[in-house]
């Protein structure tokens, strides 16, 4: 049938019989019948003898191809006609190949192709749709899957929110146990300080209470004597005047076993919050070196931080909460322990007192004595080999106690560390020191 414009017939002659698309690199047989070269070779491929038209079916003699020139020509005029005509028509997209409008759409490359795509070789067995109903298609698919997205989504907007709940609860839970443990922690230091304030009163009373049952003891072994040493008649004389000697009072042992119990409840309290003391190298006097463990302060040289006192800082450093660490002095002469601000001046003279951010006791040869301002001396009942340091953050109370006995040896008045963090502090003048693990 003829076409129904000049250029759809310039089209059709201008397209390849064998794959249906502008001719390349067009050749003409014998018969007079053209088709592109690499189709008419792949066409005879495997005949040996003759070889036919593919169009009419005459014997070809020759495979001689003459290349047609003038069709190649035509065949390009063709293209451009095309192309105008596409875009005189208002068409915008077209294929790319034919320079036709892209009318299907290959399902199984899932690219919209033209009619001339559709009778070729490439897409000839692979199932097309028109392009028009392929967005209603895909709009249905498109549908389908955002339903199932906007489920998922509805799925993790649930579980975040339940994320959410269980987080809110947990802060709560945590906040009310944190609550619980600070009333606790109040209840016990309020306790503690109360048993503290008993022990001492107890202690004194009980000192008192010995020292007079001692005294009235001391008189009866006297009294006793003495009439030992009077002839026997006048001792028989005086045999009913003797007095047995008064056991010491159920009160005063009951007394003294609630001291022992409290004592040891207090110890067993306090090593809750024993601290793992280190010392810091980098704050070290350049002639005071640190054992490998850091625990150990002896004398000769490591550069760094104190140049005028053999001091040094350790390695912890606490803001909040109760701790204790225990310093091994042994017999030493003269050492200072205690506790110290971090921002504490390092460089040249210091003032080794609460004014000058230190907190420490002292000793120099037979004289102990606290580092306040001016020093407190100190008379201990017996000479320390082992100080425990006490620091109250909260409270800003520094306390110190002879580790061997327990006994009390000087308690600071209250400061405000609010804000600063708080570091042991040691000095040592000419003999080593250890602190306890």
């Given at each position: 049938?003829?076409?129904?414009?000049?250029?759809?017939s310039?089209?059709?002659?201008a397209?390849?019989?064998?794959?249906?698309?502008?001719?390349?690199?067009?050749?003409?047989?014998?018969?007079g019948?053209?088709?592109?070269?690499a189709?008419?070779?792949?066409?005879?491929?495997?005949?040996?003898?003759a070889?036919?038209?593919?169009?009419?079916?005459?014997?070809?003699?020759?495979?001689?191809?003459?290349?047609?020139?003038?069709?190649?020509?035509m065949?390009?005029?063709?293209?451009?006609?095309?192309?105008?005509?596409?875009?005189?028509?208002?068409?915008?997209?077209?294929c790319?190949?034919?320079?036709?409008p892209?009318?299907?759409?290959?399902?199984?490359?899932?690219t919209?192709?033209?009619?001339?795509?559709?009778?070729?070789?490439?897409?000839r067995?692979?199932?097309?749709?028109?392009?028009?109903?392929?967005?209603?298609?895909?709009?249905?698919?498109?549908q389908?899957?955002?339903?199932?997205?906007?489920?998922?989504?509805?799925?993790?907007?649930?579980?975040?929110?339940?994320?959410?709940?269980e987080?809110?609860?947990?802060?709560?839970?945590?906040q009310?146990?944190?609550?619980?443990?600070?009333?606790?922690?109040?209840?016990?230091?309020?306790?503690?300080?109360?048993?503290?304030?008993?022990?001492?009163?107890?202690?004194?009373?009980?000192?008192?209470?010995?020292?007079?049952?001692?005294?009235?003891?001391s008189?009866?072994?006297?009294?006793?004597?003495?009439?030992c040493?009077?002839?026997?008649?006048?001792?028989?004389?005086?045999?009913?005047?003797?007095?047995?000697?008064?056991?010491?009072?159920?009160?005063?042992?009951?007394r003294?076993?609630?001291?022992?119990?409290?004592?040891?409840?207090?110890?067993?309290t306090?090593?809750?919050?024993?601290?793992?003391?280190?010392?810091?190298?980098?704050?070290?006097?350049?002639?005071?070196i640190?054992?490998?463990?850091?625990?150990?302060?002896?004398?000769?040289?490591?550069?760094?931080?104190?140049?005028?006192?053999?001091?040094?800082?350790?390695?912890?450093?606490?803001?909040?909460?109760?701790?204790?660490?225990e310093?091994e002095?042994?017999?030493?002469?003269?050492?200072?322990?205690?506790?110290?601000?971090?921002?504490?001046?390092?460089?040249?003279?210091?003032?080794?007192?609460?004014?000058?951010?230190?907190?420490?006791?002292?000793?120099?040869?037979?004289?102990?004595?606290?580092?306040?301002?001016?020093?407190?001396?100190?008379?201990?009942?017996?000479?320390?080999?082992?100080?425990?340091?006490?620091?109250?953050?909260?409270?800003?109370?520094?306390?110190?106690?002879?580790?061997?006995?327990?006994?009390?040896?000087f308690?600071?008045?209250?400061s405000?560390?609010?804000?600063?963090?708080?570091?042991?502090?040691?000095?040592?003048?000419g003999?080593p020191?250890?602190?306890?693990?």
């Open positions: 049938m003829a076409a129904e414009n000049p250029v759809e310039l089209q059709d002659e397209t390849c019989p064998i794959c249906l698309e502008y001719f390349t690199e067009p050749v003409t047989l014998g018969c019948h053209n088709f592109c070269r189709c008419i070779t792949q066409c005879w491929e495997g005949s040996d003898i070889v036919y038209c593919p169009q009419c079916r005459e014997t070809v003699q020759q495979r001689n191809l003459r290349l047609n020139r003038q069709l190649a020509n065949v390009e005029i063709a293209k451009r006609l095309s192309l105008q005509a596409k875009k005189g028509s208002g068409v915008e997209k077209v790319e190949k034919h320079q036709e892209l009318k299907l759409f290959c399902e199984e490359d899932q919209p192709i033209c009619l001339v795509c559709d009778r070729s070789r490439a897409h067995a692979h199932a097309v749709v028109p392009i028009e109903d392929v967005p209603q298609e895909y709009k249905e698919k498109i389908a899957h955002l339903k199932t997205l906007r489920e998922e989504r509805e799925k993790l907007l649930g579980l975040k929110k339940q994320t959410q709940t987080r809110q609860k947990i802060l709560l839970e945590f009310q146990l944190r609550q619980f443990l600070e009333e606790q922690e109040r209840l016990l230091l309020a306790q503690l300080e109360k048993l503290d304030k008993e022990i001492v009163k107890t202690q004194n009373d009980n000192v008192t209470k010995l020292s007079e049952e001692i005294s009235r003891l008189e009866l072994i006297s009294e006793m004597e003495g009439k040493q009077k002839p026997a008649s006048e001792f028989l004389c005086e045999k009913g005047k003797f007095q047995q000697p008064v056991a010491i009072s159920p009160e005063l042992e009951k003294l076993s609630d001291f022992s119990q409290k004592t040891v409840a207090l110890m067993e306090l090593r809750k919050f024993k601290a793992n003391v280190t010392l810091d190298p980098n704050m070290a006097h350049p002639q005071c640190l054992s490998k463990n850091q625990k150990s302060l002896d004398l000769p040289d490591n550069p760094e931080r104190f140049d005028t006192y053999r001091c040094v800082l350790g390695c912890e450093g606490f803001t909040t909460g109760r701790h204790y660490w310093v002095v042994g017999d030493g002469e003269f050492w200072a322990v205690g506790v110290a601000r971090e921002s504490v001046s390092r460089k040249g003279g210091i003032s080794r007192n609460p004014e000058g951010g230190i907190w420490a006791l002292e000793r120099w040869v037979d004289q102990y004595q606290a580092l306040t301002s001016p020093e407190t001396p100190l008379t201990l009942s017996q000479i320390p080999s082992r100080i425990r340091v006490y620091l109250d953050c909260e409270q800003g109370q520094v306390k110190f106690f002879d580790a061997g006995n327990e006994a009390p040896i308690n600071f008045p209250p405000s560390f609010t804000g600063e963090r708080m570091r042991p502090w040691f000095q040592v003048v003999s020191f250890r602190v306890c693990s």
